[in-house]
């Protein structure tokens, strides 16, 4: 897998409802499967070397209101590659 497409979601914080965070509500690969992340892995502050991505730096600008969703596809480096896929090639 060359790329991944991530979806971005403004939601509320569990701890604060009047917080918006990002969170990561779902994965596509380039053959079209797609999959959700289980709840307490969705906010971003789990995906450090995501955010440090060109793609998230341009992407989090653009998310400002609850519930706006965008898709971004992410090239996968050696060093995400070993985050979110493993030697079968599988997420």
């Not at 701890?15 to 999959?35: F, L, M, Q, V």
């Not at 989090?60 to 596809?73: D, E, G, P, S, Y």
Request: glycine content about 2%.
């Amino acid at each position: 897998m060359e790329k991944l497409q991530f979806e971005f979601t403004v939601v509320a914080s569990t701890k604060d409802e009047k917080t918006n965070i990002t969170a990561i509500s779902s994965i596509n690969t380039e053959e079209g499967k797609k999959y959700v992340l289980p709840a307490e892995f969705r906010h971003i502050g789990y995906h450090k070397k995501l955010m440090k991505t060109e793609n998230y730096s341009k992407l989090k600008n653009t998310l400002k209101i609850r519930h706006q969703k965008r898709r971004v596809w992410i090239k996968m480096t050696k060093e995400l590659k070993d985050i979110y896929i493993d030697e079968d090639q599988n997420l």
